[in-house]
């Protein structure tokens, strides 16, 4: 039973690792969404009926006004429940596939093509930004020169117009350069941002500090 224990802690260990993070963190959403489903609408999560699973197909669909393509990702997750607990694929029945067919036909499943950011939409874009520092500090030096510093409300006045300044400023600058790299570099959004604050890995995705600028 000992040695048992042990191939079970390399199981436990090991089988997590088949999927990349970003999968693992998908399957979760998946789940709690099927699980609230399943909640609200008090059915079994596993096994599911074939109803139940109709029903979920038209819930994504139609509350939740989800593409075929993410439906299709979002009901996997019932296949990959049944299967852990030795249960057949209920995605196979013959009535599931005709809702899934009926769905795919309603919403269409052709990819939509992105448009491309032109000249025309950098300076639409520019043209809402502040990226104007020189004359925000001046108007923050002119501001300074007609309050009283010797009052704390005053002080704090000020202290809020130089917070407000660089905030706005670093945002809107940092928005641009952002914007150029990836009209310049011919980047996909996917390829310039991470997908999350959490999901940021300095070792992949592009930062500050990976610029230099060389005078020539």
């Known amino acids: 039973l000992a040695k048992r224990a042990e191939l079970r802690e390399l199981v436990n260990l090991n089988?997590?690792?088949?999927?990349?993070?970003?999968?693992?963190s998908s399957r979760k959403t998946y789940l709690r969404k099927y699980t609230s489903f399943c909640?609200?609408?008090e059915y079994e999560r596993v096994p599911a009926t074939t109803e139940q699973i109709k029903y979920y197909i038209n819930f994504l669909a139609h509350k939740e006004n989800l593409k075929y393509s993410t439906i299709v990702n979002y009901i996997d997750i019932i296949?990959?429940?049944?299967?852990?607990?030795?249960?057949?694929?209920?995605?196979?029945?013959?009535?599931?596939?005709?809702?899934?067919?009926?769905?795919?036909?309603?919403?269409g499943d052709a990819p939509q093509q992105k448009h491309p950011i032109t000249p025309e939409i950098l300076t639409k874009l520019k043209e809402q930004l502040d990226l104007r520092q020189h004359k925000a500090k001046q108007d923050l030096k002119e501001f300074e020169e007609k309050i009283d510093l010797s009052k704390?409300?005053?002080?704090?006045?000020?202290a809020k117009r130089k917070e407000k300044l660089e905030l706005s400023y670093c945002?809107?600058?940092?928005?641009?350069?952002?914007?150029?790299?990836?009209?310049?570099?011919?980047?996909?959004?996917?390829?310039l941002f991470s997908p999350s604050s959490k999901g940021f890995d300095n070792s992949k995705h592009l930062s500050r500090g990976h610029f230099q600028k060389e005078d020539r």
Not at 16 to 24: G, L
Not at 178 to 186: D, K, M, P
């Open 15 to 24: 089988d997590p690792k088949a999927f990349a993070e970003s999968t693992r």
């Open 171 to 191: 945002k809107d600058a940092m928005c641009w350069a952002a914007t150029l790299v990836g009209f310049y570099a011919l980047l996909r959004k996917s390829n």
């Open 79 to 107: 296949r990959i429940l049944h299967l852990e607990q030795d249960h057949p694929n209920p995605l196979e029945n013959h009535s599931v596939k005709i809702t899934r067919r009926s769905v795919r036909r309603i919403l």
């Open 152 to 158: 704390a409300k005053e002080r704090q006045k000020l």
């Open 39 to 41: 909640e609200e609408y």
